[in-house]
Structures are given as structure tokens and as C-alpha cells.
């Protein structure tokens, strides 16, 4: 199992410009989230989905959207980004894990952002 | 709002000393709490798992303990090693998502 998927791995905007960071596992998990990541702040939720079709604003949602496509993929949209967005983005999903059997969340390799 | 701290931000110790890590969180009324660590540059790896009904969660060198009254869990290392050097953080399950705090970033000197 590749666990949660991240593309791309680092991507550079200017100021306007629109992207999409895509998101997928293969854990069979109902929930996913979308986090960014600062220094000296840990992580703060910008979007989360429950369950197929349906999802939820976090702590810092503003100047994102998301779309929960299947129950696979997960994807987070700057339609346009501002240097604010600088950051490094964290896909996660929360399910029963394999070797425990405890609810737990899984996290991506990550998304490293850069607005100018 | 929860609110989850960590402290001490930073430490370095010497190579086979033990570790202590502290997080305290606010509301008390919280699910699970969850240790991570974090390389530099990578995601998180999950730690260890406390149910809200536990007291401790041990994995090899690891043990975590859990006190919901004083709202506060503590990580113990044992016999720290240079490849235990990274950042480790706390999140605690409220409800449907997980608050983090902001981490240690541990070094281990050889």
C-alpha cells in the first residue's frame, strides 16, 4: 500500500496565479484533511471531508477550496494564491490501522509552497 | 478552542541520556491523543496512540502517559540515540480532528 499520496512535491506560484494540490490513499479511509504547516505554529486545518461528498471548513479555511472527488482523492485548491500561502501542505486520512487496529491519522509526504 | 503547548521548544542532550517531552492541552474532554515525529523536510510518522480511557502507551523505547484531569501528556525516550534527532509533536482527537501543538525539535549529540 503507498498509504497517502501528495503531487506535486514543490511547487513555485507568483501573486494570482491558481493551483490544485492533489491528494489520494488507498487505506479505504472515510475521512481526509487538508493542513498547512508554518514555523513555530504546528499544524492548522484548513479543510476536512468526513465522508464522500461532503466536507468542511477547518481553522484557517479562507482563500482555499476543496473538493472531495471519490473516497480516494482529496484536493485542495489556491484560486489565487498570495504570499501568505508560502507554507508546506499536509494531506491527511484517519481510519483503523492495519497493525493496531486503533483510529489513527496518516499523512502525505507533503506539498512545499512558495509565493512570490 | 483547544489549545495544545509544548515544551520545551527545542532540546539537545547528550547521546544515552533519557528524553521527556511535555504537552499540556485545555479541554480535557478529548477522544485520543497522538504522538508524531517529523524529520526535516518530511511528514509525520505516527508515534504512539493513547486511548482516552488509558493511563500510558509504551512501543519499544517509547512510553507515553496520558492525564485527562490535568490536561497533560508526557513522551519519555529511553537511552536517546542520534537517529532519535528530529521534532516531535502532540495532537489530541477532538471529535472529528486532531489539534496540534507546535513540537520539540530534539538533537542528540554523539
Known amino acids: 500500500n503507498a498509504g497517502v499520496t501528495q503531487t506535486p512535491k514543490f511547487q513555485v506560484l507568483k501573486t494570482g496565479q491558481s493551483m490544485t494540490l492533489q491528494c489520494a490513499q488507498d487505506?479505504?479511509?472515510?475521512?481526509m484533511y487538508w493542513y498547512r504547516q508554518d514555523p513555530g505554529m504546528g499544524l492548522r486545518l484548513i479543510y476536512y471531508?468526513?465522508?464522500?461528498?461532503?466536507?468542511d471548513k477547518g481553522e484557517v479555511p479562507n482563500g482555499y477550496n476543496v473538493s472531495r472527488l471519490n473516497k480516494r482523492e482529496f484536493s485542495l485548491r489556491l484560486e489565487s494564491a498570495a504570499p501568505s500561502q508560502t507554507s508546506v501542505y499536509f494531506c491527511?486520512?484517519?481510519?483503523?490501522?492495519?497493525?493496531?487496529?486503533?483510529?489513527?491519522?496518516?499523512f502525505g509526504p507533503g506539498t512545499r509552497l512558495t509565493v512570490t | 478552542k483547544q489549545e495544545v503547548t509544548q515544551i520545551p521548544a527545542a532540546l539537545s542532550v547528550p547521546e544515552g541520556e533519557n528524553l521527556v517531552l511535555n504537552c499540556s492541552f485545555t479541554?480535557?474532554?478529548?477522544?485520543?491523543l497522538q504522538w508524531f515525529r517529523q524529520d526535516p523536510g518530511k511528514g509525520l510518522t505516527s508515534l504512539l496512540l493513547?486511548?482516552?480511557?488509558?493511563r500510558e502507551q509504551t512501543s519499544g523505547r517509547l512510553n507515553a502517559s496520558l492525564d485527562k484531569s490535568s490536561g497533560r501528556s508526557t513522551l519519555y525516550i529511553a537511552a536517546s540515540q542520534p537517529g532519535d534527532s528530529a521534532t516531535y509533536l502532540c495532537?489530541?482527537?477532538?471529535?472529528?480532528?486532531?489539534?496540534f501543538g507546535a513540537g520539540t525539535t530534539v538533537t542528540v549529540r554523539a
Open positions: 491527511a486520512s484517519s481510519g483503523i490501522g492495519t497493525g493496531n487496529g486503533r483510529y489513527e491519522q496518516y
Open positions: 487505506m479505504n479511509h472515510n475521512s
Open positions: 471531508s468526513a465522508s464522500e461528498g461532503t466536507t
Open positions: 479541554d480535557s474532554a478529548i477522544y485520543n
Open positions: 493513547i486511548q482516552s480511557s488509558q
Open positions: 495532537a489530541v482527537w477532538d471529535d472529528y480532528k486532531l489539534s
